[in-house]
């Protein structure tokens, strides 16, 4: 019997005025409030109302849930039960950062927030962690097995030769452990998020039982069906249907998978590399060409000064973090991502700034083409209230990151450079709300 695992990623980046404490309007999503409010209307609501969540492996980042538990409960309880009656769910680092980027020790808080979170919300500690934009080296493999992950999910160049048969490999860290990865087939990715797949279900269908690998898998932002492709949250279910009346046909998840086929064959890790930057995680970090509007002229330049601007903020943040939380402050980071999601819980001032710290890095702010744009504007949101949360030492923190801000030059001349926006975009609002 042949198996299929379709996956969907589904993450939007944290959106929430870190003042404020909730998303404030964004013109770009009307007729509605926000972009949140937007692809759940599109995506998310359709996929739990029509059981599409049943049928498919799927993640959401933690941030993404936040907004869901507050915002739109009866989605947010649907995802859980759709998890509840299959197991489909794996885990996701609690933000979406570039994991390769971070230091050993912000991995680890990562890793760990997001499994916590995930306890909470399923009940259940996760086989396996989606890793934001895929992007991968060998010391982020050893912190997920170190964590207990058994798996993840690669696009196919990212190891040196794919398994046979479309089976998952073995990666060995230097860490002496080791954790299995599913290469997914990446002409089927493409044909749904970009070619014409979510056109016709019937052939989708074949296309997937009719595929000469033992292990057929799929994997795509979740956001795909219905938000990015209209009417593609319809043809999912059509296909999840059809599949499941075809005797030769296993529809399933990764661990199930696993659990009826230990994983011998060892396969070598390609890194740094991500599924969405063929300069492997250059995109969140240079001008390495990949960007959103290919037709439009533009430079990214920008990325490294906002990039060496904020690991520069993030040294001095996490050494204040480190001088003054009492007892083994690392240990209480990791231990806080067991309550940082709730809203009903105390916010340690000392705790909120290491979560800030943590939260602008988003890789969102690097992925599109401009400093100005609302992504980049928001993890500097992030960065000021790190800043306003270090206390004294808050004048020099901001007069260091604006030094560095000062060479990231926006496309749009009436922005100016990083400097400008922080000082008119987020400083500016910032003295509104107050």
Known sequence: MKSVVIHGHFYQPPREDPWADRVLPEPSAAPFHDWNERIEHECYGPLVANGALTGISFDFGSTLFEWLERNAPHTYAGVL???????????QPYHHVILPLATRRDKVTEVRWGIADFRRRFGRSP?????????????????LALEGIQFTVLAPHQVAAAPPRGGPGRVRTSGGR??????????????????????????????????DADLVTLATDGETYGHHKKGGDRVLASVIANLRTRPDVALENYSSYLARHPVTTDVTLVAPTSWSCAHGVERWRSNCGCKMAFDRPSQQEWRTPLRDGLNWLAERVHAIYAREAPGDAWAARDRYGEVVGRSDRERPPLLELEKYALRMFTSCGWFFDDIAGIE????????????????????ALEAGLLEQLAKAHSNDPPEGSGRDVYLNRVLHGRSEKR
Do not use: C
């Open 81 to 91: 039960a759709a998890d509840r009656a299959t197991g489909n769910a794996i885990a």
């Open 127 to 143: 086989g396996g962690m989606w890793l934001p934009e895929t992007a991968v080296d060998e010391e982020t493999l050893d912190v």
């Open 178 to 211: 080791s954790i299995v990865v599913f290469p997914y087939d990446g002409g089927l990715a493409q044909g749904v998020a970009f070619g014409e797949s979510l056109k016709d279900a019937g052939l989708w269908a074949a296309q997937l039982a009719n595929h």
């Open 376 to 395: 980049a504007i928001q993890i500097l949101r992030y960065a000021a209230r790190a800043i306003e949360l270090a206390g004294p030492e808050s004048p």
